[in-house]
């Protein structure tokens, strides 16, 4: 009566602390330039190496540029944190996938690209959408600088154990609607809280119909809902997957693994401690309208009004309307937009590249819009090159840049304007998060896309 | 790193009565470049304090000098969004020992307790209690017994408890850190690893 949480948790217990958290093993931990620097300081000044450089492994994505990469990168800070985290890892002996590199990406892309993420594991990184991995069947999460400190140090963290949640969607899911409609849906009707405390199991026939990439894309949103982390529990699309990548288990090992995570499932009798379902047929195209994930709407719908809402509460949401300078009841659907960006380890693989060339193929760009077209990795931008992709960008007036995280956090140079509207493919649209005074309207690669050809927030279902 | 070991603690409180303050306002992204654990104080909820010509917005709490003390009082969901630890710095070094919510987001509640900061969560009546006994009075003092985990409001004596996780508390009052411990189990991790 083990939930397939409880399962690869149990497993990696060393040991409970009396009247506190678990000491929880480590399988796999993925490093970054900025929350690394202080941790590897820390574990200097102690006087320690890192435990098990093997089982980590390091790229720079937050805060390096997407465009001329074979450049030194201009700005100091960023160049700094860039070089300690080479020499970081030079140091630990971990292996460090450097700028330009083909191993090159944003974290959560490259891991499950190189076949580094596997059902089962314990995946850990100084990063929120670590959640991202949990699409394989495995327990990953975001930590803090001091955890990835502990994680150096003993290739263990002190963890209290979550509560379950359990989020089903059934059914078959509308034309136009992708996983990340899904997971702006959920996140709207169970608010950027309602997850708290909870690490979310997704299932259902609609979960279930999604490709690895979808898979992804929610469970990386799964902690925008306020929960630890997202899973879906591996099946025969996660082992097609997995199946011979570079450090994925070959020959013998890899049946042996196979017959083991094959029993990677809540069993039919698990106890989970909340519990929700939906229809697929109930979800449309999502748009977020204000200044957090949980205020998304169907995008044929108006903006909602404040009436039933009191005290703060209320204040809040109208601070957040303000913001954005949009009015209640407003229809969002032929509002004027700036800017879209497609890419982010939300939406930056190449099904959301594919989707996007494919909706703007034979159209064009409108002259109103900016567009950043960021590949998640140097994986995904060779693949986007070799599929033509390219070419339909580029006649529709698109340009391909190179992997990072850009726009999705602004700490590199591609910062959203202030007072402009971005339609963006990331996943979060707290204010100042694209740059100061940006706004962003969250959706998927498809609605984006709609957007990015009309320069209107537009309804791609019009087009399909 | 040693923090300052928490016992008793006893001031006045900054409120701060807006929910869902995320850590992209605590501590804005572009200030995470640092490559060392210091002066994020300073740009702590910088796009809240100062204007885009960097001159202090003169109503937001923090630039008022009628408030002050070690305790911030923050509405509901404090601390959502991104995981950077660098929130709890920031709150850290600006010399907050005490973050009071009726709600904390996880990942934040985790690194404050790790980097000595206490999350106080009481519930919204209490709150709004609180936030009104800061506008009847900026001074009025709390106090906060991590010992026998209890929230008082001085002035009308009136008090609630708050749950810390034990280990934690342990941790707090000895200005121990989970890292300390961890390598003492060295042993044990090696032969779980074998298994
Ligand atoms: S793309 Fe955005 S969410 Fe993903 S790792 Fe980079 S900054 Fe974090």
Redesign the pocket.
């Known amino acids: 009566m083990k939930t397939l949480f409880d399962k690869i948790w149990d497993s990696h217990v060393v040991k409970e602390v009396e009247g506190g958290p678990s000491v929880l093993y480590i399988d796999q931990h993925l490093i ?1 330039e900025v929350t690394s620097p202080v941790a590897f300081l820390g574990l200097e000044k102690r006087g320690l190496k890192v435990l098990r450089p093997e089982k980590t492994i390091a790229t720079p ?2 805060n390096v540029p997407t465009i001329n990469q074979h450049l030194s990168i201009i700005d100091e800070l960023s160049r700094n944190q860039v070089e300690m985290l080479k020499k970081n890892c030079a140091t630990h002996g971990i292996v460090y996938h450097g700028l330009g590199s083909e191993g090159h990406g ?3 892309i490259i891991g499950p690209e190189m076949g580094i993420t596997q059902p089962g594991m314990t995946i850990v990184c100084g ?3 670590t959640s ?1 991995h949990g699409a394989f069947g495995a327990i990953a999460f975001g930590i803090g600088t001091s955890e990835v400190e502990m994680v150096f140090a003993s290739q263990c963290i002190m963890q209290p154990k979550p509560k379950k949640m359990l989020i089903s969607v059934n059914g078959k899911l509308n034309k136009g609607v992708t996983a990340k409609d899904i997971a702006l849906y959920v996140i709207a009707q169970i608010s950027t809280s309602g997850g708290t405390g909870h690490f979310v199991e997704f299932a259902g026939s609609a979960i279930e119909s999604l490709s690895m990439e979808g898979r992804m894309t929610l469970c ?1 949103m799964s902690i925008e809902c306020g929960a630890r982390g997202g899973m879906i529990a591996p099946d025969q699309t996660t082992f097609d997957y997995v199946k011979g990548r570079q450090f994925a288990p070959k020959g013998e090992d890899w049946d042996t693994a196979l017959a083991y995570w094959k029993t990677l499932k809540s069993d039919a009798d698990a106890v989970f401690d909340t519990i929700y379902e939906y229809e697929g047929a109930d979800i449309e195209p999502m748009i977020t309208f204000g200044t957090n994930p949980g205020m998304g709407i169907g995008i044929s719908e108006n903006v909602p009004n404040s009436d039933k809402l009191t005290g703060s509460d209320k204040l809040t949401y109208e601070k957040s309307l303000k913001y954005m300078g949009y009015n209640q009841g407003d229809k969002m659907v032929g509002k004027q937009i700036d800017y879209v960006f497609v ?4 939406n ?1 693989r190449i099904e959301d590249f594919r989707s996007f060339a494919q909706f703007v193929k034979g159209k064009k760009k409108a002259d109103n819009v900016t567009a950043w077209i960021v590949p ?1 990795s140097r994986a995904v931008e060779k693949q986007i090159i070799a599929e033509g992709l390219v070419e339909i960008l580029e006649a529709a007036g698109f340009e391909l840049r190179q992997p ?3 726009a ?2 602004a ?1 590199n140079d591609d910062k959203i304007p202030e007072g402009k509207y971005s339609v963006s493919t ?3 649209n707290f204010e100042g998060r694209q740059g100061p005074g940006a706004r962003t309207l969250l959706a998927s690669p498809l609605t984006a896309a709609a957007a990015a050809v009309t320069g209107v927030i537009t309804d791609p279902r019009e087009f399909l | 790193m040693a923090y300052d070991k928490f016992t008793t603690l006893t001031s006045p409180a900054v409120p701060l009565p807006i929910e869902n303050i995320d850590t992209d306002q605590i501590i804005p ?1 572009r200030f995470l470049k640092a490559v060392e654990r210091k002066g994020f104080g300073d740009n702590l909820f910088r796009d809240w304090r100062y204007d885009k010509s960097s001159q202090p917005i003169a109503d937001f709490p923090l630039n008022q000098s009628k408030y002050s003390g070690k305790i911030l009082v923050g509405g509901k969901n404090f601390g959502s969004g ?1 995981s950077r630890e660098h929130a709890a710095w920031a709150i850290y070094d600006y010399g907050f020992r005490v973050v009071v919510s009726s709600f904390f987001a996880d990942i934040f509640q985790g690194n404050a307790l790790n980097n000595g900061i206490l999350p106080v969560v009481v519930s919204p009546e209490f709150l709004e209690k609180i936030f009104t006994a800061i506008e009847a009075d900026q001074d009025t003092p709390f106090e906060v017994d991590l010992q026998n985990q209890k929230f008082t409001i001085c002035a009308s004596g009136e008090s609630i408890g708050f749950d810390i996780n034990p280990y934690k508390k342990h941790c707090l009052t000895h200005g121990l850190d989970d890292i300390d411990y961890l390598v003492s189990m060295k042993e044990e991790i090696a032969a779980f690893e074998t298994k």
């Open positions: 970054h994505d937050h944003v974290v959560h990063d929120s959408h991202t990386n890419g982010s380890c939300t930056g998640g990072g995280c850009s999705c956090l700490m990331s996943n979060r | 992204a991104s």
